[in-house]
C-alpha cells in the first residue's frame, strides 16, 4: 500500500504546483534538466514535470503548460472526475420495466432501459429474460428499448481507420459483449472465409484472397456498412487462422436483433417489432442487473486502458452533473467544471473524450500533475494510487519496454498513452517500501517513439532518491 503524505510535505507539495502552474514558461534549470536534453528525441515536443513529493523540491520542469496530445495519460483526468462526480459505489443498471400486470401469461408493454453498461454481457441479457419467462410471461404485446445516453457512438476527432477495431467500438447506452464481434479469417486455397458464430446478428463477408509468397504490400482491409455488415478485402499472407476484433456499427440494430432472437429462445413472443423509445416509462422493475462498481471499472480503465469503460463513463459525467442525456459534449465541459472546482486549472483545456482517442484532446503537463496531486491529496481519491499499472507487474506496464526489470520494476505506478506519434506516462515513483517518493508526467508528440526516453528519466529519478 502506498502512503499517503502528511501534511508538511501536504503543504510544500501543493505551494510548488500553485508556482509551477503560474506563468507559462519554457523550461527552467532543475537537477533532471540536462539529462532531457539529451534523451529527448530529436523534432520531438516534449512536456516534463517531477516532483519530489517529500520534500516538494522540483527535478524536472520542461514546457509544464505546454498543450499536448495526452493518448490515454488522459484516463487519469476520468478517473478522478468519476471518482468525484459519480462516486466509488457507482454502477450501471440494465432494467426491465413493465407497464400493466401479467394477465395469463400476456404483458401489455415492456420496456428495456439500458444505461450504458460498458460490460453488460449476453449472458447476464439472458438472465434477465429467463427471469421474465419464470415469472410466467409468455407473450408481450409491445417491446421498447429506452437509453439514457445520446446516439453520438465517436467523440469529434477519433481517427476514421481506428471505427473498425474493437478498442474504437461505439460508445452507446446499448452495449452488448463490448460491442464487439469476434472472428477469425481463415485461407481455402487461394480464397478466405470468416467464421463467426450464427447466433451474432451480423455478417462479415470475406473476398480478399490468400497469398503464399511473402509481399511486402500484401494488407487487408475492412469496409464497414450499415446493419453490422462488413466485407473484407485485399490480400492475407498467412495460412494459419487470424483472429478478428471487429466493431459492430449499429449498437441498437445489434442489441434490438439479439433481443428478439434471445426471446424467441425464451419462449417468449412478441407482437410487434421492437422499438426505440426516447422516454423511459415508470412501472415496476420485473428484473435487472448492476454492473461492477465504479472503483473497480476505474481499475481496470486504468490498469488495462479500458477505451469503451472510460468514455462510458465520460458520458455519464455529463448526464449526471447536468441531469442531461449522456453525450461527449456534456462529460467535456462536466469533467473540465469537476476538475477546475478542485483546484486544477482546465481553462484551455480541450477535452473531447474520456479515453485519450481523439486527437483533438489537448492538455498541459502540469493539467496532468495537479490531477495526480488531487490524488495523492484528496481521501476521496485515496483508491486510486492503487489503481495504476505497476511496473514488470500489471496492466500495460507489465512488458513495457523498460520497466521489466530493475530498478523500475515494482517501484512505478503509472497511466500510460501510446498512440501514432504520441507517447505519454504519469504517476508515481516509489521507494523499496512502497511509499510515493515522486509524483511525474512525461508528454510526447512527434519524434521517435523507439528512444525509450521515459525508463531512462526514471532510473535517474530514483537515483537522485538514492543520493539524498
Known amino acids: 500500500m502506498t502512503r499517503i503524505l502528511t501534511s508538511p510535505c501536504l503543504s510544500a507539495l501543493i505551494a510548488l504546483l ?74 450501471f443498471y440494465t432494467r426491465a420495466v413493465a407497464s400493466g400486470s401479467i394477465n395469463r401469461g400476456q404483458l401489455s408493454h415492456l420496456q428495456l432501459q439500458f444505461d450504458g453498461d460498458p460490460e453488460l454481457t449476453r449472458a447476464q441479457l439472458r438472465a434477465m429474460i429467463k427471469s421474465l419467462r419464470q415469472q410466467g410471461i409468455k407473450r408481450i404485446q409491445t417491446l421498447s428499448l429506452y437509453s439514457s445516453q445520446a446516439d453520438q457512438y465517436h467523440a469529434p476527432g477519433w481517427v476514421w481507420d481506428d471505427l473498425g477495431i474493437c478498442f474504437a467500438a461505439p460508445v452507446s447506452g446499448f452495449i452488448l459483449d463490448r460491442n464487439c464481434l469476434h472472428a477469425s479469417l481463415r ?121 469503451l469503460i472510460a468514455d462510458s463513463l465520460f458520458k455519464q459525467l455529463g448526464s449526471h452533473y447536468y441531469r442531461h442525456s449522456g453525450s461527449f459534449r456534456s462529460g467535456g465541459l462536466a469533467l473540465k467544471a469537476t476538475l477546475q472546482s478542485a483546484g486544477v486549472d482546465m481553462q484551455d483545456a480541450v477535452i473531447e473524450d474520456g479515453s485519450g482517442l481523439s486527437r483533438y484532446n489537448l492538455i498541459s503537463a502540469n493539467q496532468l500533475a495537479q490531477s495526480l496531486q488531487l490524488i495523492l491529496t484528496d481521501p476521496k481519491l485515496a483508491p486510486l494510487q492503487q489503481s495504476l499499472a505497476v511496473a514488470g507487474v500489471s496492466g500495460t506496464l507489465k512488458y513495457k519496454a523498460g520497466f521489466t526489470q530493475p530498478p523500475l520494476k515494482h517501484r512505478v505506478a503509472a497511466k500510460t498513452g501510446t498512440m501514432r506519434g504520441v507517447s505519454a506516462l504519469a504517476g508515481f515513483t516509489t521507494d523499496k517500501d512502497k511509499n510515493i517518493e515522486t509524483l511525474f508526467v512525461y508528454l510526447q508528440n512527434g519524434g521517435k517513439l523507439s528512444v525509450n526516453s521515459e525508463p531512462i528519466l526514471l532510473k535517474a529519478v530514483l537515483e537522485q532518491h538514492s543520493l539524498r
Open 187 to 307: 485461407a481455402k486455397g487461394t480464397d478466405t472465409w470468416v467464421k463467426l458464430a450464427s447466433y451474432l446478428p451480423a455478417n462479415i463477408e470475406s473476398q480478399a484472397k490468400y497469398q503464399a509468397k511473402k509481399d511486402a504490400f500484401c494488407e487487408l482491409h475492412l469496409k464497414r456498412f450499415p446493419a453490422n455488415r462488413f466485407v473484407i478485402s485485399g490480400c492475407l499472407a498467412e495460412k494459419q487462422k487470424l483472429p478478428l476484433k471487429v466493431a459492430i456499427t449499429d449498437p441498437y440494430t445489434y442489441l434490438s436483433e439479439s433481443l428478439s432472437q434471445m426471446l424467441k429462445d425464451a419462449g417468449i413472443s412478441v407482437a410487434k417489432p421492437v422499438s426505440l423509445s426516447q422516454q423511459p416509462i415508470k412501472g415496476k422493475v420485473l428484473a435487472s442487473q448492476a454492473s461492477r462498481p465504479l472503483s473497480e471499472l476505474v481499475k481496470t480503465m486504468l490498469v488495462k486502458s479500458d477505451n
Open 18 to 91: 500553485a508556482f509551477v502552474i503560474g506563468p507559462v514558461s519554457w523550461a527552467q534549470a532543475t537537477p533532471l534538466s540536462p539529462l532531457l536534453d539529451k534523451v529527448r528525441p530529436d523534432h520531438a515536443q516534449v512536456a516534463a514535470v517531477v516532483i519530489d513529493t517529500r520534500s516538494g523540491e522540483l527535478l524536472l520542469n520542461h514546457n509544464p503548460n505546454g498543450l499536448m496530445t495526452p493518448a490515454s495519460s488522459q484516463k487519469l483526468l476520468t478517473a478522478v472526475g468519476a471518482y468525484r462526480i459519480l462516486g466509488p459505489d457507482y454502477q
